[in-house]
C-alpha cells in the first residue's frame, strides 16, 4: 500500500518522518535527516550545449557559493504574499537573499515571483521542488510509493498562504490528507498519547528555528487542540545568531590587525570571490555556533582568502569561548523571553497555568536558550526534543498515519482500517484508544475576524476570531439593483488593526431576457465555509435560482485577480464617463460574459493559469472598450433582433425569417469571438435584413415603448396597447392604408417614451448590502 508520511516545510530546513510501528526520520538522497529547503538552477556546459538542471537541498547550498543569485533560500517567507507586502518589502531591503523577487508577470500586486535562470517562478513552484525532492528521496528510502501526506505549516499563515501550500504540494504530485499546524505538530510529537480521557493539559510551544520563532499556546482535552494564543517574531531565529557571531568575528579580527572596516575588505573582493568568501564564512560561523551548543569552545577560520589595503593577506582566526558566545547571545535570548512573556499576557495567562513548555527548533538546542526558558517556567515543566528540528515531520507522521486508509493495529500490529472501532485480528477497543490517543479530532480556531464589503457603510463580520472549525454557515444579502448582473464579494481580515485582503470573488450571471424581474430586489446567498486546515471555500447563489451558482475559491494576486481588478477599473470608468443606456447596458454584457471567463483561468488545485484564455480576456476587454468609446451596441442590437424575430416573425415570409436567423447567429459569434471590424460588419448585414421590414420595425418599437411605458407609467400604458391590437388586426388583414395611419398617429408619443430610457444613464453595480 501507498505510504502516508509527514512533512515539515520548514523555511530553513524541511524533514519527513514516516510512523509505523515507530516513528523515524526518513533521511534523503544525500543520507542526511533535515533537507535545506534550498533551489538552484544549475546550467552546466557541456561538449554539446549546456545541461540544465534544478538542485535541490544539499546540492543547492553547495551551488549557492557559485551562483547566490540563482540560489532561492527561505522561499516560505513568500508563500501566498504580494510584492508590496511590508514583509516582502522588508526582506528585499535587508538584502539578506541575493536572488530577484519581482510582481508576478500576469498576475496582480498581491502576488509575487522569483527569478530562476531568468525564468520567474512562483513560490507555489518552488516549494513543489522541495516537496518533490522529499516525496522521491522517500519512495527511494521507503522502496514504496508515497501519495499521501500531513504537511505542516506555522500557525499564523492565513488563508492564501495555507492554499499555496496545498498547490505547492499538489504540484509535487502529494495529496494532502491535512495541513497540520506546526505547533500542534510539534506538540503530537511529544506523545500527548499520555493523557486520560477527561484530562486537560496548557502546553506552550517554543519553536526558535532558522529564521523564524513561533509561540503558540494549546489546550488539549479529549483530542481536541484548541489554541488560545500565539506570538513571537517572523524575522528571528539562528540567522540572527549566526549574524552576531559574524559580527563578532569581524571585530576580533579588525581589532587584532588593527584595520578599521573589515567589510570594505570583503566588498572590494572579486564578485566570485566575494560570494564564495562569503558562503565560506557564513558556513564556518553556523559549524561553530552548533559546535558551542555542546563544547565550550569554537574556531572560525578562514586563511589565505582577504587582503588588507596593501594586498597583504589577512587571515581570519578567531577562537570563540562558551561564556564569550553567551554574552553576545544575551540580548537575543532577552528578546526571546520578552516575547514569550507577551504572548502570555495577550492572553491573560500566567506562566503557572503552563502545564508543559515544548521547545523545537534547531535553535533550541542552544543551552542558553534552554536555561532561560527553564528559569522563567522552571525545570520541571520543560521538555527538549532530543533532535528539536526533528519534532515537527515526527508530529505530521504520526497524524498521517492516523488519517492514511489504514494502519497498524497499536497492540498486535496487523493492519486495520481507518473506520475500524476493534481490531479484527486481536479485539483491541481502537475507538477507545484513538480517543486517548488525542488525535482523532484536532480543533483549531480561526485567527482573525472575517469581514465582506458592503457597498452601503458598514462592512459585514461574517466570522469572529476564535470561533472553532470547521466552520459553514449561509448569508443573506440584497443587490444594488434588480438590472445588476455581476457581484463583486470582496473579503478581509483585520490584522493588527490594519486590513489584509484574503481574496475577492466575481459572481456573473445573465438572466434569460424573457425572465420577469419582481420588483423586490434579488436575494444572494453566500455560502461560507472554513475548513479544519483554515481553508476558505465560499459559493453564492441569486435566492430562488439555484442553476445560477458559483463555486470556487478565491482569488489569490494571480491572473484572475488581476484582471478582476482591470474589470473593475473599466466598470469605474464607463460608470463615470456619459454613455448612452443601450451602449452602456452592450459594455454590461461583454463585463457579465468577462467575469465568467476570467473566474475559469486558474486551475483551482493547482493554481495554474491557462495563459490561453488570458490572451482571449484580454481580445474581449479591449472589444468592449472600443466599442464602448465608439457608442455602439452590437449585444443590445442582436438583442433587438431576437426580439424582432420573436415578436414579428409571424408576419415574414419563411425566407426572410431564415436569412434572418442566419444573420442574427452571425453576429452571435461575432460578438463572443470577433474583432471590432468584423463585428460591425456583421451587424451591418443583419441591419440589412432588418431593414427590409420598415413597418414591422416601427411596430416592434411600438412594442418596447409599451414595455417602458408600462414601468415608467402604467397608468398610461394602456394608451399604447390600444394600438399595438389595432395595428395587428390591420396586418392580419393586410390592409396597408389603416397601418399606416395608426403609425403616423402613434409614433411621435413612441418616441417621446423612448428618449426617456434613452436619456437615462445605467450604472453597472457589482456590491451587495445588508
Ligand atoms: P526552520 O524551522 O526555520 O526550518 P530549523 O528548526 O530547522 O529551522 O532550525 C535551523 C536552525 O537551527 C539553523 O539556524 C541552525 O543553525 C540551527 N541549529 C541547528 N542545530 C543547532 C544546534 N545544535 N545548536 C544551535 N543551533 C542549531
Ligand atoms: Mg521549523
Known sequence: MSKAIGIDLGTTNSAAALKTVDTRIIANAEGEDLTPSVVSFQRKKRLIGHKKQFLVGRHAVNWMQQEPTNTIVSIKRLMGRGFHDPDVQRMLSEGRYNYKVTPLAGGSEHSVAVVLDGKEYTPEQISAKILDKIRADCVTELKDDVEYGVVT??????????????????????????????????????????????????????????????????????????????????????????????????????????????????????????????????????????????????????????????????????????????????????????????????????????????????SSSIPLVIRAVREFFGDDKVLLHERPMLAIAEGAAILAHRLADSYECPVCGKPVNQGDTTCSHCGFDLQANLIAKGVVDIVHTTSHDYYLVLEDGDDYRLVESNTPLPFHTQYEFKLLDSEQRLIHFQFYNMVNEKRESIGDLWLSFNMGDDEEIDDALPEVLLDFEIDSDNLITVSAQIKGKPDIQVSRTLSRGKADERLFIELRQSIDRANQEEHKY????????????????????????????????????????????????????????????EDFLNQMGHFMSPEDRKNLEIEIDNLKKQNETGTVEQIMATREKLFAELDKHPVLQLFVTLHNAYEVCRERDPVRAPYFEKYIQDIDLALQREDTLAIQRLLTEVMPEVHKELDWKGNQKLRILHGVQR
Open 153 to 362: 505549516v506555522p500557525a499564523y499563515f492565513n488563508d492564501k498562504q495555507k492554499h499555496a501550500t496545498r498547490a505547492a504540494a499538489a504540484l509535487a504530485g502529494i495529496k494532502v490528507q491535512r495541513l497540520l499546524p506546526e505547533p500542534t505538530a510539534a506538540a503530537i510529537s511529544f506523545g500527548v498519547e499520555e493523557l486520560d480521557v477527561g484530562e486537560g493539559l496548557t502546553i506552550l510551544v517554543f519553536d526558535l528555528g532558522g529564521g523564524t520563532f513561533d509561540l503558540a499556546v494549546l489546550t488539549i482535552a479529549d483530542g481536541q487542540f484548541i489554541e488560545q494564543g500565539k506570538g513571537g517574531d517572523m524575522w528571528m531565529g539562528g540567522d540572527d545568531i549566526d549574524n552576531l557571531l559574524l559580527q563578532h568575528i569581524y571585530r576580533e579580527t579588525a581589532a587584532e590587525h588593527e584595520i578599521e572596516d573589515i567589510p570594505a575588505l570583503i566588498d572590494a573582493l572579486p564578485d566570485v570571490e566575494k560570494s564564495r568568501f562569503l558562503g565560506d564564512i557564513r558556513a564556518k560561523v553556523e559549524t561553530a555556533k552548533i559546535r558551542l551548543s555542546t563544547q565550550t569552545s569554537a574556531v572560525v577560520e578562514i586563511l589565505g582568502v582577504l587582503k588588507d589595503k596593501d594586498g597583504d593577506i589577512l587571515d581570519i582566526e578567531v577562537e570563540i569561548s562558551r561564556e564569550r558566545f553567551e554574552s553576545i547571545l544575551q540580548p537575543f535570548v532577552d528578546r526571546a523571553m520578552e516575547l514569550t512573556r507577551n504572548v502570555l499576557d495577550g492572553i491573560n495567562f500566567e506562566p503557572e497555568l503552563i502545564d508543559r513548555v515544548i521547545m523545537v527548533g534547531g
Open 582 to 641: 443601450y451602449t452602456t447596458y452592450d459594455f454590461l454584457h461583454r463585463a457579465v460574459q468577462i467575469a465568467e471567463m476570467i473566474n475559469r483561468i486558474i486551475d483551482p488545485k493547482t493554481g495554474e493559469e491557462n495563459k490561453a484564455l488570458g490572451q482571449k480576456i484580454e481580445e474581449r476587454n479591449q472589444v468592449a472598450h472600443q466599442l464602448l468609446e465608439k457608442e455602439e451596441a452590437p449585444w443590445t442590437n442582436l438583442y433587438y433582433a
